[in-house]
């Protein structure tokens, strides 16, 4: 079993800055994937951003430029990194792992980030 626990979220005014960490604990070898999804209210749970196998790195296109995401293999831990985030950017933010061997996908519980205008 995989756990992922998210912190950092809270409210941000648009233009500034937040970093929300994802610590990954548990059986984690198999694990080649990480990243990022959010989901904002009466809205389908979309990518942000995700580090697969190899290290190649996604952003959805409305993310690019502002938001980066990285990982600290060393601590198990994953980050985002939000800069000059936007009222549209507000949502619960979500951490995944997953085993492209096993096709498995793990979930944290979710943070929510609040850009006030």
């Known amino acids: 079993q995989v756990q992922l626990v998210e912190s950092g979220g809270g409210l941000v005014q648009a233009g500034g800055s937040l970093r929300l960490s994802c610590q990954v604990s548990?059986?984690?070898?198999?694990?080649?994937?990480t990243g990022w999804f959010r989901q904002a209210p009466g809205k389908q749970r979309e990518l942000v951003a995700v580090?697969?196998?190899?290290?190649?790195?996604n952003y959805a296109d409305s993310v690019k430029g502002r938001f980066t995401i990285s990982r600290d293999n060393a601590k198990n831990t994953v980050y985002l990194q939000m800069n000059s985030p936007r009222p549209e950017d507000t949502a619960v933010y979500y951490c995944?792992?997953?085993?492209?061997?096993?096709?498995?996908?793990?979930w944290g519980k979710g943070t929510l980030v609040t850009v006030s205008s």
């Open positions: 995944t792992a997953g085993s492209s061997l096993y096709n498995i996908d793990y």
């Open positions: 580090i697969g196998s190899g290290g190649s790195i």
């Open positions: 548990g059986i984690t070898f198999n694990i080649d994937r």
